[in-house]
C-alpha cells in the first residue's frame, strides 16, 4: 500500500494527513470525485482500532471485530487504487499552496485534510514556550544549525535512534531518552539516559533538559512521536481544549485547511471518525472547486 518517495510530485490539489478512519473515508470520497490528492501516514494505520477486541456500532457489521474491520477498510483501499504513502508531517506552513515538511521531502497541496487523531503524549513543561528557540521535531532537518553543539533527543520510538545517529557526526554531545524498550542501533558516542523528562528549561532559548535528579546542559531538544500535537504542526491553528477547532463543515480557523476524527474533539467513535472524513472531503472539494472559479472568494472563518 506504501508508495515510494521517488514517485511523489511536487503538488497536489489536497493532501491528507493521517490514514486512520477519517483520513481513509476521506481518501476514498476524493477518489470517487476523481480529486488529485496523496493520503499520508505511518506504516501502520489505525493501531487503536486493531486492538479493539469487538465492534458494536457500526452499521452492518455486528460484533465485528477491530482488526478485522481495519483490514476491510485497507482492502477497500486497495481496490480503489488508493495508496497510502509513509510521510510523516512535521510542519505545515499555511498558502495558499500550503506546504507539507517531512524529514526528507517537502510538497505542496492547494487543500489540507488533517486527520491524525489525538496524541497520546503529552507536551513537556516548556516545549511550547521554547518552539523554534531550540525545541524541535526533527533534528534531520535543523542538524546544520547545532554543529559542535550539545542535543539532546527524546524518542517515542527506534525512528529517533535515526536522528540521534545522524547527530552524532555533528554534535559535540548528544544525550538519548529512550521512552520505549529495545534500543537497537545507536552510535557508541551517543548517551542514553533512562530518565523521564520533566521540563525544558529556558529564557529566550534552550539552556536545559531537567530529568529530575540530573540537568542536562544542551542547546537544543528534539522530540520524535508518532504523530505531532496538531498546535504544534501548523502555526496559528485555532484549538478548543486540547482539540482543532472546527464548523459544522469540518472547515478550521484557517482558509483551505479541515480537520476530522478524534482530532477534533469528542466523542472519540469510528463512527463519528470515518463520517466527518467523507464530510471534510465533500466540504474540500467544494473548496477546490471554488479556487478555480476566477470570481470566487474563499471565506476565512
Known amino acids: 500500500m506504501s508508495e515510494d ?13 493521517g490514514c486512520g478512519p477519517a483520513g481513509m473515508a476521506a481518501a476514498l470520497n476524493a477518489k470517487i470525485r476523481k480529486r488529485d ?4 501516514g505511518t506504516e501502520f494505520c489505525s493501531p487503536k482500532l486493531s486492538k479493539a477486541p469487538q465492534i458494536d456500532n457500526w452499521l452492518g457489521f455486528p460484533e465485528i471485530g477491530g482488526e478485522e474491520l481495519r483490514q476491510r477498510f485497507l482492502e477497500h483501499l486497495k481496490k480503489s487504487e488508493i495508496h497510502i504513502v509513509s510521510f510523516r508531517v512535521n510542519n505545515i506552513y499555511p498558502g495558499p499552496p500550503f506546504t507539507l515538511v517531512g524529514k526528507d521531502q517537502s510538497l505542496e497541496a492547494d487543500a489540507i485534510i488533517i486527520a491524525t487523531g489525538v496524541s497520546v503524549n503529552k507536551l513537556f ?19 546544520p544549525l547545532y554543529k559542535n553543539k550539545n542535543v539532546a533527543i527524546v524518542s517515542y520510538n527506534q525512528e529517533g535512534e535515526d536522528e540521534a545517529n545522524f547527530m552524532a557526526d555533528i554534535c559535540a554531545k548528544v544525550y538519548y531518552i529512550p521512552y520505549y524498550s529495545d534500543v537497537l542501533r545507536l552510535d557508541p558516542r551517543i548517551e542514553v539516559k533512562k530518565s523521564k523528562v520533566i521540563g525544558i528549561v529556558g529564557t529566550q532559548n534552550v539552556e536545559q533538559l531537567d530529568l529530575g535528579g ?35 463543515k469540518l472547515e478550521t480557523s484557517l ?25 471534510a472531503a465533500l466540504q474540500a472539494v467544494k473548496y477546490l472547486d471554488n479556487l478555480k472559479s476566477p470570481n470566487s472568494k474563499v471565506p476565512i472563518l
Open 5 to 17: 518517495f521517488q514517485t511523489l510530485k511536487n503538488h497536489y490539489e489536497l493532501a491528507i494527513v
Open 37 to 40: 490528492f496523496i493520503l499520508m
Open 125 to 143: 513543561p516548556g516545549e511550547t514556550k521554547l518552539l523554534g528557540k531550540g525545541v524541535g521535531y526533527c533534528a534531520t532537518c535543523d542538524g
Open 214 to 248: 540530573e540537568q542536562l546542559r544542551v542547546n537544543g531538544v528534539f522530540i520524535i512521536r508518532e504523530t505531532l500535537p496538531a498546535e504544534q504542526l501548523v502555526s496559528g491553528l485555532e484549538m478548543d481544549d486540547g482539540a482543532i477547532k472546527v464548523n459544522h
Open 255 to 279: 482558509s483551505g485547511l479541515f480537520a476530522a476524527g478524534d482530532c477534533t474533539g469528542q466523542p472519540y467513535q469510528l463512527i463519528k471518525a470515518a463520517g466527518e472524513g467523507g464530510t
